[in-house]
Nanobody
């Protein structure tokens, strides 16, 4: 499985960005997640979506500001980020797994496939 993340860039605090994750394939049981990693910090869970049910999950730090969704036509999972803050600055990665249970969705180590990452920088 190949994952391609895109859409990162530089934005001012309070602004918006939309990230997109294109997967070479997904199955009925796939979970697609977004994680981020800032310099010197551990990889952090941002959001995830169950492809089949569209059920979504969010990290506490982005709840209410970020929205994850799927695009059937484009076969992508998008992350709409609004009201961005300087602390959102990080490299954002998308990941996919076909066999995640609910308790594992927020754990980076449980995802088998990863994209290359896209940089998001929020200036104050």
């Amino acid at each position: 499985v190949q994952l391609q993340a895109s859409g990162g860039g530089l934005v001012q605090a309070g602004g918006s960005l939309r990230l997109s994750c294109a997967a070479s394939r997904r199955t009925f049981s796939s979970t697609i997640g977004w994680f981020r990693q800032a310099p010197g910090k551990e990889r952090e869970f941002v959001a995830a979506i169950k492809w089949a049910t569209r059920r979504t999950y969010y990290g506490d730090s982005v709840k209410g500001r970020f929205t994850i969704s799927r695009d059937n036509a484009q076969n992508t999972v998008d992350l709409q980020m609004s009201n961005l803050k300087p602390e959102d600055t990080a490299v954002y990665y998308c990941a996919l797994d076909d066999n995640l249970i609910l308790s594992s969705i927020r754990q980076a180590g449980e995802y088998d496939y990863w994209g290359q990452g896209t940089q998001v920088t929020v200036s104050s």
